[in-house]
């Protein structure tokens, strides 16, 4: 069978780990060409480098996307490279840190402003430049052969579906599942669709120190009706589906990869 995104030109935020490293390497096995973009160089050239001993196509890319001008050298990149962009994945997060001898999620009025401005930076602001740096690049591309249209897909998460995860974190994510809906609707007359995965909790480097322990994976996978945690390569698959014409008439989606989390209450047997 033909790759899902054969030949298709993809960047990827937050590529160097998790949910970004497994995407650039399940978006490569089905012949997309990817920028793995990620504000770690190091970490960005070992998921390229991966994605090369796989037979695939990679280029890794440094990038803070809360810096503009640092997405939108992904992209140049992406079509300086491969003559194109077809899709963005904006996948770069982060969440607060536990602090020492802190149980539990920080409390709103115990976070300190610095720190939420640093999240809104990232998951807000990061996203809205990624969105706008792939928009700008498929209006230029408007009249091309194989031109118009284009794929973006955000990672926001359960928290921005339901009260989860924290104030902080929860409302950014809350910001990305709006975004999501309404640009979707304001870029479908262009042929651009928009939509995101919306992931509950993984064994990540996401919060170093916690998810990877056994006692944190077994909390996680107890948080969800399924009994398990969520692996990074769920989130993958789920932004595959959504990258590629298999969802062709999919737009202004916000699909959980949670388990059942956001489904309801869990009824007991």
């Known amino acids: 069978m033909q790759g899902l995104l054969a030949s298709k030109s993809v ?22 060409k990817v920028i793995a973009a990620d504000i770690g ?5 070992e998921t390229a480098a991966l994605v090369l001993a796989e037979g695939g196509e990679a280029l890794a890319c440094a990038c803070d996307v809360g ?6 050298a992904a992209v140049t990149l992406a079509v300086a490279t491969y003559g194109r962009l077809d899709v963005i994945y904006n996948n770069a997060g982060i969440t607060l840190q536990p602090r020492p001898g802190y149980v539990g999620l920080r409390s709103f009025m115990d976070t300190d402003p610095d ?3 640093r999240i809104y930076r990232v998951n807000v602001n990061g996203v809205i430049n990624g969105c706008k740096a792939a928009i700008r690049q498929f209006e230029k591309q408007r009249g091309q052969e194989n031109g118009g249209g284009g794929v973006i897909v955000n990672t ?18 809350g910001a ?3 975004l999501t809906k309404t640009l979707a609707l304001e870029l479908a007359s262009k042929g651009i669709r928009v939509n995101a995965v919306c992931p509950a909790g993984m064994p990540t480097n996401f919060m170093p120190g916690l998810a990877q322990s056994d ?10 009706p399924l009994g398990r945690p969520i692996d990074p390569m769920d989130c993958a698959n789920a932004a595959l589906f959504l990258a590629c014409d298999l969802s062709s008439n999919i737009t202004g989606v916000n699909l959980p990869v949670d388990g059942g989390l956001s489904a309801g209450v869990a009824m007991k047997r």
């Open 11 to 32: 960047v990827v935020t937050g590529a160097g780990s998790g949910v970004g490293r497994a995407a650039c390497l399940l978006f490569a096995s089905h012949g997309a």
């Open 41 to 45: 160089m190091e970490a960005a050239q």
């Open 176 to 178: 990305v599942t709006l």
């Open 67 to 72: 810096d503009a001008a640092q997405v939108d």
């Open 156 to 173: 926001a998460s359960v928290a921005g579906l339901i009260g989860y995860g924290g104030t902080a974190y929860g409302s950014s994510k």
């Open 215 to 224: 006692a944190a994976k077994a909390s996680m996978g107890a948080a969800h």
């Open 115 to 117: 720190e939420i401005e």
